[in-house]
T-cell receptor, first 115, second 117 residues
Framework: DAGVIQSPRHEVTEMGQEVTLRCKPI?????LFWYRQTMMRGLELLIY????????DSGMPEDRFSAKMPNASFSTLKIQPSEPRDSAVYFC?????????????FGPGTRLTVT | AQKITQTQPGMFVQEKEAVTLDCTYD???????LFWYKQPSSGEMIFLIY??????QNATEGRYSLNFQKARKSANLVISASQLGDSAMYFC??????????????FGTGTRLLVSP
């Protein structure tokens, strides 16, 4: 079975450019999470969706960040305009909210570098 | 709010030895779940093991076991017979139930394990 799929795996962009990260959750999972990982701040939850509806976006750093989940099999995280401090690894994870354990399965991550 | 504490930034162990990675948690909930994830140098996050707060026995998954001490609020990961491939970052996490009824995971800061030959 396919796991969580993220694209691109690596992204290098210049400051001020728009960046769009994509995620396809595991089929059948109804919760989706976006995380950011940096050396300084560790693993931060940015936003999560349940049944395509954003539930908690308190981790989104500022208005430059936005996330959408138009259907159960696709989500995007957009940064516009991007800044060097946005450089990080961005993970998408999915889970079955009605499961007993509720473990999250992570994608391989997108390594973003903003110059 | 729930909190996860991993006090060991780094641990060293020799191949074939056992190692314990510490994790303590803080919660007022009666029902909760604890998780361990592994992050190798390639970067992906791999789910290892889970312990529910009402589980009477410590969870085990192959060479991984979770030493769950509820009174001490600790959920240490024990890796037996360490292998070179165990070198990675390890994260402890707790399931948090929000006021809305939805759930999310709260992660610790991680412990980097290095296994030497």
């Amino acid at each position: 079975d396919a796991g969580v799929i993220q694209s691109p795996r690596h992204e290098v962009t210049e400051m001020g450019q728009e960046v769009t990260l994509r995620c396809k959750p595991i089929s059948g999972h109804n919760s989706l999470f976006w995380y950011r990982q940096t050396m300084m701040r560790g693993l931060e939850l940015l936003i999560y969706f349940n049944n395509n509806v954003p539930i908690d976006d308190s981790g989104m750093p500022e208005d430059r960040f936005s996330a959408k989940m138009p259907n159960a099999s696709f989500s995007t995280l957009k940064i516009q305009p991007s800044e060097p401090r946005d450089s990080a690894v961005y993970f998408c994870a999915s889970s079955l909210a009605t499961g007993v354990i509720y473990e999250q399965y992570f994608g391989p991550g997108t390594r973003l570098t903003v110059t | 709010a729930q909190k996860i504490t991993q006090t060991q930034p780094g641990m060293f162990v020799q191949e074939k030895e056992a190692v314990t990675l510490d994790c303590t948690y803080d919660t007022s909930d009666q029902s909760y779940g604890l998780f361990w994830y592994k992050q190798p140098s390639s970067g992906e996050m791999i789910f290892l093991i889970y312990q529910g707060s009402y589980d009477e026995q410590n969870a085990t998954e192959g060479r991984y076991s979770l030493n769950f001490q509820k009174a001490r609020k600790s959920a240490n990961l024990v890796i037996s017979a360490s292998q070179l491939g165990d070198s990675a970052m390890y994260f402890c996490a707790m399931r948090e139930v929000l006021n809305t009824g939805f759930q999310k995971l709260v992660f610790g800061t991680g412990t980097r394990l290095l296994v030497s030959p």
